[in-house]
C-alpha cells in the first residue's frame, strides 16, 4: 500500500524474450507501475504514483545548461513563499543534473590500450577460428562477443541505464569494457581486448529462458552482438537494478511454462520463495518487485509468446498475468519495435491437468448445474455450438498498427497474398494483446445470464383479496355452537365440497401476483357472514431461498387470518411429504427432483420455515384436544405458546409490605431468576455513580509542514475506519435483592409490571482508573457496590454466576474455563471515595434468600453454591465425523473439545497439513486425494483407496464438518471471479454431494462471510435448497467466531438446524441484508457479556514490527512502519518525506515532486503535488 518514489529509473525497457539459449531483441520502455526498485533510490514517503512516466516535452528542449532551482523563503518547517520550476534534467539520459547520485564515466584507464569498435573485431584473440574454417553461414550474421568489466553511458558521459526507454527514443548509447571470446566464462579481465566507446547500442536483449540459474542480457550493435558479463565498479550499482526485474521476468515466464493455470497467489509463492543467484545485490524477491516491474515483466511475457507457435495458447492470457495486468495497470502492446525472427524453443512442456471437476450426486448436480456448469463433471456433454459476437481488435496498440509479415501461415492464407482465405486469421505477428485479454476476461463471466433475484417478501405484511361471486352452501348441520358461532365441517362452493382440513387458493387483489395457499382450519357462520379460518403456506419465493425454490415447494408458517368464504378461488391439492424410513441410505440414488407432477392444482411441503431468522424446521407436532377440534390452528396453538413464554410471571410469593408484594422468583423465557442470583441487564439500565470521563474530542486538524508529510493532503476527513471508540457497551451486572410488584388499588399486585431490586456490581472500567485498567484486569474480574437500584424485569438479559474468589475451592483460571457467564469478586468498591475495600459480608453470601428483604440474614452459604443445582453433564456417544478440507484439523478440534464428536475420517489433499492433522489426531485416517476422486470411488462402490485405506460407507459417518477454499468467495481474494476460483468455489458442490452421499445426522458447512453476498447470495440460496431437498432441518448464520480474540472474524456458517453460540463479547454488527441477525440469536442486537476486546487488551503497545510476523519485510517496508504514527487512523499519508538509513545498511531518498497536480493543485505553499506527468491529467 505504499508505493516508491520515482527517480533515477523512471521507466523500464521489455527486452525480447528467446527460448533457447539464443535470443532476439527488441527496442523498447515501460515504467513500473510502483516506481523505483533499487535499494539507495527507493524513498520512505509514497505517494499515488502511476504506470508510466513520461518525459516533459517542454523539458526535453530546454538545454543542458539552463538550470532550474527551487527558492525557499520562511522558517525551517515550511516555507511560507515558494517560487518552483522543474528541476534540471540531462537532456539525453533524463537524469537530475542538480542530483548528487548522478555518475559520470570516468573514462578509460591511461595506461589501457583501448580500441574502436571496428579495429577490436579484428583481434585474433576473439576469433574462435583458424585460418582453414569458414566461420559464417552468411555475412548477415553477427558476431557474438562477451563483454566483461562494463560500463554504459550517454554522449555526455552519463552513467546511466539501458533499461529506461532512451535505446527507444533514439538516444545514443555507448558502453566501455573488455571484450572476451563467446566460449570465456571468466568474468577477469585476462584474455580480454580493452575497446572504447563500443555502439551506439542498437538493442538490448535476453535469454536464457530454459531452466538455467541466470539470465543472460546482451547488446546489439552495428557491428556484433555481446553478452554482458561483470560491470565495472563504478557501473555495478546501476546494473544491480536492472537485474532484479530480469531476474523476476525470468522466474514468471519459466514458471508459466508448466503452470498455466495457476492463480496469482501462486505465482507470488513462487517468486517469494525464489533465491536470488550468488553475487546480486538483493536477497529475496517480494511482491512490491513485482509489482514495481510488472510492465517490464507482462511485456517479456508478450515477447515469449510472440516466439511460440501458432497455435499455442500464448501465456499472457493465463489467470495470473490478466491479474498482474489488471492490479499493477500494465498498458498492452506498448514500445514494440521491429523484431527478429522468433526462435523456436527445442522442447515442449507437457501442460498441467488442471483442478479436476467435481463429482456430484444427481440431486446436487440437477440444482447446481446451471451456476456452475463448467465445473462439474457430466458423462455425456455436446459442444456447445453457438456462435459468440465477433470481437475487435483496439486497433491502438503498436501491434494494431503493424503491416502483416506476409510470412506467417495466417498471412498466406489471405487472398491479397494468394490464399484461399478460410482461416479469417489475423497476421500472427498483430495479435492484439488487448483483445486476447479481454477475450479471456469475457471467458470467465458467469453470472452475466443469471438473473437478479429478488428479496423475499414478508408475507407478514398482509395480503390483499379479491372477493369472488361464488354460490355456497353450508353441508349439514353445525358441529358445534360456540357463543355466537355456528361451526361448520363441510361447505360447498360452486358445486365444490370443501371439508376441514382442505386446502385453497385464495385470489390475490392484484391479478399478477400468484394465488394464496392456505389449508383450511375451521368454518362457520356468525353476524360477519360465512367465514373460515386461513393457515396460510410460504411459497418457497417468499423464503430465503427466491427464485432458486421448487415453484411447486410451500413451507408452513406460523401465520393464519379469518376470511369470508368467497375469497376462495378453488380446491387445490397440498401433499406432505415426509423423510422416508431408509432416508439414510438413500443417498446418492438417482432420484428424480420433481417431487410431485405440475397440474397447476397440486404442490408439497416438507418443512416449517421461519420467517424472521430463516430457518427451516421439521413441521412441528401440536395436537388437537377434544375440546378444540373443531377449530384447531397449529399457528394460532404456536403462536399462543411462544406469547405465553414471553410473558415475564413471578411464583412463590413471601409477603407484602410498604404497597408491595415481595416474591422468591421470576421467570421469563423459560428462565428462572431467584433472590441471590447474578443478572445481565441491558446498559441502559442503570447507572454509576462514578460518572465516566467524557471521551475526549478529536482534536482539531493541525496544521501539517506539507513538505515533512507532503502526501497528508489525501486524507480527506477524519474518519477512522474500525475504530472501537464507538463500541456500545457491554451488559451491566447486578445481583437480585428483592423481587416485587407494587399493589394496585383493587389490593391485588400489578403481575404484568415485575421489578427487581439489584445490587450493583462495577467492571473495572466503571472505577476511577477508566478504561485504562482494563488493560491490566481479568475479563471476568468484577467489583462489589453496596449501591442499590430498582431495574424492570424487561431489561434482565439473562443469568450469570457471581462468586467471591476466596471462597472458591478451585483456582479462578480453573473456576472462569469452568463454563460462560462465571464472574467473580475480590473487593468491593467504594465510588464516592474512590477507594477499594474488603467486601462486607452480606456480599459473600449467595444466597440472601430468607424473606426476600435482602437484609444479610438468613443462612450462610458457601460462595460456590447455586441458587439452582446445576444439572449433571449428560454423557452422550460421540458423532463419528468425517471432516472434508481438513487443514491442520481445527475445525474438528473444536468440536473434540467441545466433547460431541470424534474425528475418525479426514481429507486433506496438501500434504504438510495433512501431515499435522495425523500427529494432532493419531486415531484417524487422513486421505491426502483430491475428495472428488474419493467421492467417485466411494459412489462406485469402492471400499478402499489406490492406498489401501479404509473408505467410510453409508451409514458410518453421523456428523460431516468442513468449510470448501473460501479463496474464491473471500474479499481478500481481489480475483475471485477466474476460472481458477471457479474450481474452488465448485468444491462446495463436492461437499454437499459428500452430504447427499453419506446423510450424515449433522451437517456443518463453514466460510468466510462473503460466501453469504457471494453472485448476489446465488450460491447460499442453492445449499440451502439442496439441504431442505435432501430433507434436513437447516439455517445460516453469520457468527463472530473471534471470541474474545483481539482481530474481528466474521464467518458463515451453515447446515443442520441447531442453535448458535451466544456472542460472548461485544463486536461490530455483521451487515448482510437479512430481516433480523443472520445468527439467529436475539441475544446479538442486545449486548453482550463481555466487552469488546481490542488490540489494547491484547497487548500494551503496538509490537515491533519483525516480532510475530511470519514473513520477513524488507528493510523499507520495517522503516515506513515504524514511522507511521500510533494514533488512531494514522496510515501511509502520514509518512515523513525525510532520509533514513535502513536496517540493511542502504539508504532512501526523499520523494521529488517535478510536475503539476490537476485535482488537487498546488500545496498552501505552492509547492507542486505530482512525481510524473501522469498527475498532470495527460
Request: include cysteine; hydrophobic fraction near 30%; charged fraction near 30%.
Amino acid at each position: 500500500f505504499i508505493k516508491d518514489e520515482i527517480t533515477q529509473v523512471k521507466t523500464s525497457t521489455p527486452a525480447k524474450v528467446s527460448r533457447r539459449s539464443g535470443r532476439a531483441s527488441d527496442f523498447g520502455g515501460s515504467s513500473s507501475p510502483f516506481g523505483l526498485s533499487h535499494k539507495e533510490g527507493e524513498a520512505l514517503s509514497a505517494p499515488q504514483s502511476c504506470p508510466r512516466a513520461e518525459p516533459d516535452p517542454k523539458t526535453l528542449r530546454k538545454s543542458e545548461s539552463q538550470r532550474g532551482w527551487t527558492l525557499w523563503e520562511g522558517g525551517a518547517h515550511g516555507a511560507s513563499r515558494v517560487l518552483q520550476t522543474t528541476p534540471p534534467k540531462c537532456v539525453d539520459c533524463r537524469q537530475y543534473l542538480d542530483d548528487p547520485d548522478l555518475k559520470f564515466f570516468q573514462g578509460d584507464p591511461d595506461d589501457a590500450v583501448m580500441l574502436e569498435e571496428p579495429e577490436m573485431l579484428t583481434d585474433e584473440r576473439l576469433s574462435i577460428f583458424d585460418a582453414n574454417e569458414d566461420g559464417f553461414e552468411s555475412y548477415e550474421d553477427l558476431p557474438q562477443h562477451k563483454v566483461t568489466s562494463f560500463s554504459v553511458y550517454d554522449k555526455r558521459g552519463h552513467l546511466c541505464p539501458f533499461d529506461t526507454g532512451l535505446i527507444e527514443r533514439n538516444i545514443e548509447l555507448y558502453f566501455s569494457g573488455a571484450v572476451k571470446p563467446i566460449y570465456d566464462d571468466n568474468p577477469c579481465l585476462d584474455g580480454g581486448v580493452r575497446a572504447k566507446k563500443l555502439g551506439p547500442i542498437n538493442a538490448w536483449w535476453i535469454t536464457g529462458f530454459d531452466g538455467g540459474e541466470k539470465a543472460l542480457i546482451g547488446f546489439t550493435t552495428a557491428f556484433a552482438d555481446y553478452i554482458l558479463m561483470e560491470p565495472s565498479e563504478e557501473y555495478a550499482p546501476i546494473f544491480a537494478l536492472m537485474q532484479e526485474k530480469i531476474y523476476m521476468s525470468k522466474i514468471v515466464v519459466e514458471f508459466l511454462q508448466n503452470n498455466r493455470d495457476v492463480s496469482y497467489e501462486d505465482l507470488l509463492n513462487k517468486i517469494e520463495t525464489t533465491v536470488p543467484p550468488v553475487g546480486l545485490n538483493f536477497n529475496r524477491f517480494t511482491e512490491d518487485s513485482l509489482l514495481r516491474h510488472a510492465q517490464f515483466v507482462v511485456e517479456q511475457v508478450e515477447s515469449y509468446d510472440e516466439a511460440g507457435d501458432s497455435d499455442e495458447p500464448p501465456v499472457l492470457i493465463t489467470p495470473c498475468m490478466r491479474d498482474l495486468i489488471k492490479l499493477a495497470g500494465v498498458t498492452l502492446g506498448k514500445r514494440r519495435a521491429v523484431r527478429r525472427q522468433a526462435i523456436r524453443h527445442p522442447t515442449r512442456i507437457d501442460k498441467d491437468k488442471g483442478p479436476t471437476k467435481a463429482t456430484t450426486t444427481k440431486l446436487v448436480y440437477l440444482i447446481f448445474d446451471t451456476f456452475f456448469s463448467e465445473q462439474i463433471e457430466k458423462d455425456e456433454r455436446e459442444d456447445d455450438k453457438e456462435n459468440a459476437t465477433k470481437r475487435r481488435r483496439c486497433g491502438v496498440c503498436e501491434v494494431c498498427q503493424q503491416p502483416e509479415c506476409g510470412k506467417c501461415k495466417a498471412c498466406q492464407n489471405m487472398v491479397k497474398f494468394g490464399g484461399s482465405g478460410r482461416s479469417k486469421q489475423a497476421c500472427l505477428q498483430r495479435r492484439c494483446p488487448n483483445l486476447a485479454v479481454r477475450e479471456a476476461d469475457e471467458d470467465e463471466e458467469v453470472d452475466d445470464n443469471i438473473p437478479e433475484m429478488p428479496s423475499p417478501k414478508k408475507m407478514l405484511q398482509g395480503r390483499k383479496k379479491k372477493q369472488n361471486k361464488s354460490r355456497i352452501s353450508w353441508v349439514g348441520e353445525p358441529i358445534k355452537s360456540d357463543g355466537k358461532k355456528d361451526f361448520y365441517q363441510r361447505v360447498c362452493i360452486d358445486s365444490e365440497t370443501l371439508e376441514v382440513g382442505d386446502c385453497v387458493s385464495v385470489s390475490p387483489d392484484d391479478p399478477t401476483k400468484p394465488l394464496y395457499l392456505a389449508r383450511v382450519t375451521a368454518m362457520w357462520e356468525d353476524s360477519s357472514g360465512q367465514m373460515f379460518h386461513a393457515h396460510w403456506f410460504c411459497p418457497g419465493s417468499d423464503t430465503v431461498l427466491g427464485a432458486t425454490s421448487d415453484p411447486l415447494e410451500l413451507f408452513l408458517v406460523d401465520e393464519c387470518e379469518d376470511m369470508q368464504l368467497s375469497y376462495i378461488h378453488g380446491k387445490v391439492t397440498v401433499v406432505y411429504k415426509p423423510p422416508s424410513e431408509n432416508w439414510a441410505m438413500e443417498g446418492g440414488l438417482d432420484m428424480e427432483i420433481k417431487m410431485v407432477e405440475d397440474d397447476g392444482r397440486t404442490y408439497f411441503y416438507q418443512m416449517w420455515y421461519d420467517q424472521e431468522y430463516a430457518r427451516f424446521e421439521t413441521p412441528p407436532r401440536v395436537q388437537p384436544t377434544e375440546d378444540n377440534k373443531y377449530k384447531f390452528c397449529m399457528s394460532c396453538a404456536r403462536l399462543d405458546e411462544v406469547r405465553h413464554k414471553e410473558i415475564p410471571k413471578v411464583a412463590e410469593p413471601l409477603e407484602e409490605g410498604d404497597g408491595k408484594m415481595f416474591y422468591a422468583m421470576a421467570t421469563k423465557n423459560g428462565v428462572q431468576y431467584r433472590v441471590g442470583d447474578g443478572v445481565y441487564l441491558l446498559p441502559e439500565a442503570f447507572s454509576f455513580s462514578m460518572k465516566p470521563a467524557s471521551p475526549a474530542k478529536r482534536p482539531k486538524k493541525e496544521a501539517v509542514d506539507e513538505d515533512l508529510h507532503p502526501e497528508h493532503y489525501r486524507k480527506y476527513s477524519e474518519y477512522i475506519k474500525g475504530s472501537n471508540l464507538d463500541a456500545p457497551d457491554p451488559f451491566r451486572v447486578g445481583r437480585i435483592k428483592e423481587i416485587f410488584c407494587h399493589i394496585r388499588s383493587n389490593g391485588k399486585p400489578n403481575e404484568a409490571d415485575i421489578k427487581l431490586r439489584i445490587w450493583k456490581f462495577y467492571r473495572p472500567e466503571n472505577t476511577h482508573k477508566s478504561m485504562k485498567a482494563t488493560y491490566h484486569a481479568d475479563i471476568n474480574l468484577l467489583y462489589w457496590s453496596d449501591e442499590e437500584t430498582t431495574v424492570d424485569f424487561r431489561a434482565v438479559q439473562g443469568r450469570c454466576t457471581v462468586v467471591y474468589g476466596e471462597d472458591l475451592t478451585e483456582s479462578i483460571q480453573d473456576y472462569s474455563a469452568g463454563g460462560l457467564d462465571r464472574f467473580y469478586f475480590l473487593e468491593a468498591y467504594n465510588a464516592k471515595t474512590k477507594s477499594f475495600e474488603d467486601p462486607p459480608n452480606h456480599a459473600r453470601s449467595s444466597g440472601n434468600k430468607g424473606k426476600g428483604k435482602g437484609k444479610g440474614k438468613g443462612k450462610s452459604s458457601s460462595a460456590c453454591e447455586q441458587s439452582e443445582p446445576e444439572p449433571a453433564e449428560l454423557k452422550l456417544p460421540k458423532l463419528r465425523t468425517l471432516d472434508v478440507f481438513s487443514g491442520c484439523g481445527g475445525l474438528s478440534e473444536g468440536f473434540h473439545q467441545a466433547g460431541v464428536s470424534e474425528t475418525l475420517w479426514a481429507i486433506e489433499m496438501w500434504e504438510p497439513a495433512a501431515q499435522a492433522f495425523r500427529l494432532n489426531n493419531p486415531g484417524t485416517t487422513v486421505f491426502t486425494e483430491d475428495c472428488n476422486v474419493l467421492l467417485k470411488l466411494v459412489m462406485s462402490g469402492e471400499k478402499t483407496n489406490s492406498l489401501g485405506q479404509k473408505l467410510p460407507q453409508k451409514g458410518d459417518v453421523e456428523m460431516l464438518c468442513g468449510g470448501p477454499p473460501c479463496q474464491g468467495f473471500s474479499g481478500m481474494n481481489r480475483f475471485n471471479s477466474r476460472t481458477y476460483s471457479k474450481f474452488k468455489n465448485s468444491l462446495v458442490v463436492s461437499f454437499l454431494s459428500y452430504c447427499d452421499y453419506y446423510r450424515p445426522r449433522f451437517f456443518l458447512l463453514e466460510n468466510v462471510r462473503n460466501f453469504v453476498s457471494f453472485k448476489r447470495s446465488m450460491v447460499l440460496k442453492l445449499t440451502l435448497r439442496c439441504l431442505v431437498r435432501m430433507g434436513y432441518q437447516c439455517t445460516f448464520g453469520v457468527l463472530q467466531v473471534g471470541l474474545g480474540q483481539e482481530e474481528p472474524k466474521p464467518r458463515m456458517g451453515t447446515g443442520r438446524h441447531v442453535g448458535t453460540p451466544r456472542p460472548t463479547d461485544r463486536t461490530g454488527g455483521c451487515h448482510i441484508g437479512t430481516p433480523r441477525p443472520t445468527d439467529g440469536n436475539k441475544d446479538a442486537i442486545l449486548g453482550s457479556p463481555a466487552p469488546q476486546i481490542g488490540l489494547g487488551d491484547a497487548i500494551l503497545g503496538p509490537p515491533d514490527p519483525q516480532i510475530g510476523l511470519g514473513d520477513d519485510m524488507s528493510a523499507l517496508v520495517a522503516a515506513r512502519m515504524r514511522h507511521i504514527p500510533l494514533a488512531p487512523g494514522s496510515d501511509w499519508r502520514d509518512l515523513p518525506n525525510i532520509e533514513v538509513r535502513l536496517s540493511d545498511g542502504t539508504s532512501t531518498r526523499k520523494l521529488r515532486y517535478t510536475h503539476h497536480e490537476k485535482k488537487n493543485g498546488r500545496s498552501s505553499s505552492g509547492a507542486l503535488r505530482g512525481v510524473c506527468s501522469c498527475a498532470e491529467g495527460g
